[in-house]
């Protein structure tokens, strides 16, 4: 991504942006993404990719947030070597948390280069 990072400030933005971040790279998977629901708790997950599963890290995501009980989400961080977020993944956002929720895109390093809306 050749564009300069945004500047997030918010400290709840950043730990999902972290939290997107290192869970890519733990895994060193193709990507990363965090949630943050309606009560402020996070999951993340890393694309899954196997010969009879697959998965992005933002579905996974929103599933396992969904498993846990939210009804909504504030925000999203994705971590990916990608222009942006796929319009399925969006999708999936919208589905639990409607349209307006704040996705941040970032590059492998964390660094949010773009916010777009679900």
């Known amino acids: 991504m050749a564009s300069a990072p945004l500047g997030v400030d918010d400290p709840e933005d950043l730990k999902i ?3 997107a971040r290192a ?3 733990r895994t060193r998977a ?3 993404a965090s949630v943050r629901d309606r009560d402020g708790r996070t999951y993340a997950a890393s694309t899954v990719d196997l010969p009879s ?3 992005s890290a933002l579905s996974l995501a929103v599933a396992m947030a969904v498993s846990s009980g939210a009804t909504g989400l504030e925000a999203v ?3 990916t070597d990608a222009d942006g977020v796929r319009d399925e993944d969006l999708a999936v956002v919208r589905d639990l948390a409607g349209s307006g929720v704040p ?3 970032a590059d492998a390093q964390g660094s949010a280069q ?3 809306q679900s």
């Open 17 to 19: 942006l972290t939290l």
């Open 23 to 25: 869970t890519r790279a």
């Open 30 to 32: 193709a990507e990363g």
């Open 53 to 55: 599963l697959q998965l």
């Open 77 to 79: 961080a994705v971590s």
């Open 103 to 105: 996705v941040l895109v």
């Open 114 to 116: 773009r916010v777009v």
